[in-house]
């Protein structure tokens, strides 16, 4: 009743207004949904908000770099609202996912060692549309793969996190996200001996690739252990 | 009336007994349609109504499971204990109306089915047949015995209240397609299973019901028969769901020739229906969990599963897969934030293999081939177990070398291995 005695201009003007806010409200929702932090402020403001969700993010560095430790926790993050799936090579240790927060009733272990075991696994779970965080390791596929798989988590609105060593250029080309993982200081519970234990350390993580990130950008993030294997 | 059928030592005269015993049943149904499926060699049927005097259901109960070839007594009363006792007189006794307690009073107390201890008792008392149980005085016979001797005095007196209790029908949902041409290409085979999954899904709907696991036989041209189980994650009833969980496990099989025929049943039926949530949209679809479980296992050959920490010594040994289930609630927390406020070191398994390792003192100074310098190093910890059958005895190190890489290692006897890398 009170549009009805409004001027068709007045009312046009109060519709666009309407339609406004609400388009503003909804882009913030999207942006905010589109992007999974990793829960490290100093990471998550040098990612601008996390690893985005849609696309393909790669963990490089050496085999003992903190590339994992990094992937747990956006792992972590995932199983925390939803289902999370992780390609297995047989390198898998769950016990430390676990101590990560990762849920391991929610995350689905799918194992396959040969590139194209990989690759149709992370076809299958992309296409399910239900696993917000698929895990990989880096393998060896042909740019189409590549490009098919980026496809299909834009579509899945999933975030595709490949573990390797260093992107291949086409892997690179597709990657919204990168990011290149050093151990940089190893911290130990006291002095050399059957008393001491590894107690963490501390991984220099680099902003190789991200939207509106300033690439080069290293963040330190704190890896704490309590394994509690001494005796 | 009831008719009681007992098939003295049912067990010990017939192997796969409920197979047997079901068939039976389903004979019987011919006498009468409520049929009590009480234990297993033992069966009631009601009798009202139905046409025949109790001689003739006598001849009909014998001619309807003379197939079987197993020995029968049939007894006929107003009820159940006094039908079962009158079995246990002769084959083909009936009882009159009027005349339960006469015809049960010459009867041994045993077929109260009481402990031995009370059984003593009662012979103590001179109780020794039902009749003089049941001139015993209600009042202070159930006093001095219980509760349950308000039952066995009943029973004396040739009452049981007891009703029949029909057994419940096992509900079959299938379809099948024969005779109407052979399937040479994989469309034609969904198509043909689309409609088989439309009919099954429609007839589960009706009867309120959700299938939990399918079976697919699939008739080739040259004979051969396929059979697979299917299994859904969460029943349903859904066609969609079931067809792409039904073509996942297609996709992988291969057929020597044409398929000629198909059958679908519903193996396992479950009760149906979901309780509608109102915020439930966000959450995963158990069928596409399904369906993607499905595919995996017909592409790799190997199911998803999931991972389950066990105490044990040895790093390998601290876990174990599980198939995967999805939660069965998707109630998940939006707001919930991982228990672990920084990260975790993850360790990363790696294939066992020997390495060359120089000592100083008790501890590793080189590691590997090229050698390379051990900075730092914690252990060793001793892992002893499994004495009694593989007995496994090593000593583990965390090494960190000059290059930075975080190793475990472990000692076994005189010769070194690598375990895991830290990442």
């Known amino acids: 009743m009170a549009l009805a005695i409004l001027s068709a201009t007045a009312r046009s003007e109060a519709f666009q207004a309407l339609k406004a806010s609400l388009d503003m409200r909804s882009a913030a929702l999207v942006e905010v949904e589109a992007i999974l932090p990793s829960g490290f402020a100093e990471l998550d403001r040098a990612l601008c908000g996390g690893l985005p969700r849609g696309g393909i993010a790669i ?173 | 009336m009831l008719l009681c059928i007992h098939v003295p030592g049912f067990a010990v005269a017939v192997t796969r007994t409920r197979e047997v015993w079901n068939a039976m049943l389903d004979a019987l149904d011919a006498l009468s349609p409520l049929v009590d499926d009480l234990v297993e060699g033992t069966t009631y049927l009601d009798m009202r109504g139905i046409d025949g005097a109790p001689g003739d259901w006598v001849r009909r109960a014998h001619g309807v499971l003379a197939e079987f070839g197993l020995p029968l007594r049939v007894g006929i009363a107003a009820n159940k204990f006094v039908a079962r006792a009158a079995a246990n007189v002769r084959d083909g006794c009936i009882c009159e109306p009027g005349g339960e307690r006469a015809l049960v009073a010459p009867l041994p107390l045993d077929l109260l089915g009481l402990d031995p201890p009370t059984l003593e008792r ?140 198909l059958h679908l049943r519903v193996a396992r039926l479950e009760e149906g229906g979901t309780p509608a949530a109102l915020f439930a949209c966000g959450e995963p679809d158990p069928q596409a969990v399904a369906v993607a479980l499905a595919r995996l296992e017909a592409v790799l050959g190997a199911s998803g599963s999931r991972a389950r920490v066990v105490p044990a010594r040895r790093v390998e040994a601290r876990f174990v897969y599980d198939v995967f289930l999805p939660p069965a609630s998707f109630a998940y927390d939006a707001l919930a934030e991982p228990a672990a406020p920084s990260a975790v070191p993850q360790l990363r398994l790696l294939a066992v293999r020997e390495i060359d390792v120089v000592l100083r003192g008790n501890a590793p100074s080189f590691v590997g081939s090229p050698p390379r310098v051990v900075i730092d190093c914690a252990g060793p910890w001793r892992i002893d177990e499994g004495w009694f059958d593989t007995p496994v005895a090593r000593d583990e190190f965390d090494v960190l070398l000059e290059d930075g890489a975080l190793y475990r290692i472990y000692r076994q006897g005189e010769r070194w291995y690598v375990r895991g890398v830290y990442d």
């Not at chain 1, 740019?143 to 892997?171: H, M």
């Not at chain 2, 049981?160 to 399937?183: K, M, N, W």
């Not at chain 2, 189980?229 to 020597?256: C, N, W, Y």
Request: one cysteine or more; proline letters at 5%; charged letters at 25%.
């Open chain 2, 122 to 261: 009662l012979h103590l008392f001179g109780v020794r047949t039902l009749g003089e149980l049941a001139g015993l005085p209600h009042g202070p016979f159930v006093r001095r015995f219980g509760r349950a001797a308000s039952l066995w005095h009943a029973h004396a007196c040739g009452v049981d209240p007891e009703p029949v209790f029909p057994r419940a029908r096992e509900l079959q949902i299938d379809a099948s397609l024969y005779g109407e041409g052979t399937a040479e290409r994989a469309e034609q085979v969904y198509f043909a299973l689309r409609l088989l999954v439309e009919r099954v899904c429609r007839d589960l709907s009706r009867a309120g019901k959700a299938a939990a696991l399918l079976q697919v036989t699939l008739e080739c041209e040259n004979g051969d028969v396929r059979v697979l189980q299917v299994g859904l994650v969460r029943a349903t009833s859904d066609p969609h769901a079931m067809l792409d969980v039904l073509r996942a496990k297609i996709e992988g099989a291969s057929f020597g020739a044409p398929i000629s025929g």
């Open chain 1, 59 to 231: 963990l490089e560095g050496d085999p003992s770099s903190g590339r994992m430790a990094i992937a747990a926790r956006f792992l972590a993050q995932a199983t925390a609202r939803g289902l999370a799936a992780a390609v297995d090579d047989g390198r898998l240790y769950p016990p430390d996912l676990a101590r990560a927060g990762v849920a391991l009733e929610r995350l689905l272990v799918i194992p396959a060692e040969r590139p194209l075991e990989i690759a149709r696994a992370a076809d299958i779970l992309l296409r399910s549309r239900v696993f917000g965080v698929v895990l990989l390791p880096q393998a060896p596929l042909r740019t189409a793969l590549w490009s098919r798989l980026r496809d299909l988590a834009q579509k899945a609105a999933a975030l595709l996190l490949v573990v390797g060593t260093q992107a291949e250029s086409d892997l690179a080309s597709f990657a919204s996200a990168r990011l290149h993982c050093t151990i940089e200081r190893v911290s130990w519970t006291g002095a050399p001996g059957p008393f001491c234990e590894l107690a963490g350390y501390e991984i220099g993580a680099r902003v190789l690739k991200r939207r509106r990130a300033i690439p080069g950008t290293v963040v330190r993030v704190r890896a704490l252990a309590k394994r509690g294997d001494a005796l």
